[in-house]
């Protein structure tokens, strides 16, 4: 039975009510719990001051640029390391690199091990007020929300993740504005 449906679109595969029944049992259980604290949907969006991290306050090493990509933009990097705060999951920078007018490649630079992670560009926000943000996140929270469609591609609206230890991205949720940015954001 295949279930590479599970956190996509694709629909559960039907159990017949016997495997159902012992499948349940013996496997859902134990994570009954763990399921049950997950904050429901109806709550809203996810909250910055759900994912509380601390911020690393050590001695920050110097970027690893061992691509060419990365060597290319080093003076970008270097003065983020050298005059930026942390500003997202506890201990990186979110260092943006234009892609376009209305187009933000945000990327982690790790203050720790100086390691560049890139994941996807965000754009098409359309008419936006002066004091919008395309990529939204707070120094001391794991939560961080890009703006947009990614990869100029699927829906245009609020994309909800949770930055890992390893600078990784976890996909929460994603609200389909249409594109209207104009509401005031809820994840504060």
């Given amino acids: 039975m295949n279930f590479s449906g599970v956190g996509t679109d694709q629909a ?3 159990l017949p009510r016997d495997l ?4 349940a049992s013996s496997h859902c259980r134990r994570d009954a719990d763990r399921v049950l604290r997950l904050p429901a949907l109806a709550e809203g969006p996810p909250k910055f001051a759900d994912h509380k991290v601390k911020v690393y306050t050590g001695k920050r090493a110097k970027p690893r640029l061992d691509h060419e990509f990365w060597r290319d933009r080093s003076e970008t990097y270097r003065w983020a ?6 500003n997202a999951g506890g201990r990186y920078i979110v260092v943006i690199l234009p892609c376009g007018t209305e187009c933000q490649a945000p990327t982690f630079l ?3 091990s100086g390691r560049i992670t ?3 560009t965000v754009s098409n926000w359309g008419e936006v007020s002066d ?6 996140s707070r120094p001391d929270s794991r939560l961080i929300l890009f703006r947009g469609k990614r990869n100029e591609k699927g829906i245009n609206g609020n994309h909800y993740y949770l ?3 390893r ?13 209207d940015f104009s509401a005031k954001l809820k994840a504060e």
């Fill in 131 to 136: 004091d919008f943000e395309p990529v939204i």
């Fill in 20 to 23: 159902h029944e012992s499948f």
């Fill in 118 to 120: 890139q994941f996807f």
């Fill in 110 to 112: 790790d203050v720790r």
């Fill in 12 to 14: 559960m595969p039907v």
């Fill in 81 to 86: 390391m050298e005059d930026k705060k942390v």
């Fill in 167 to 179: 600078g990784q991205l976890k996909h929460l949720s994603t609200t389909d504005n249409g594109g």
């Fill in 163 to 165: 930055i890992d230890d």
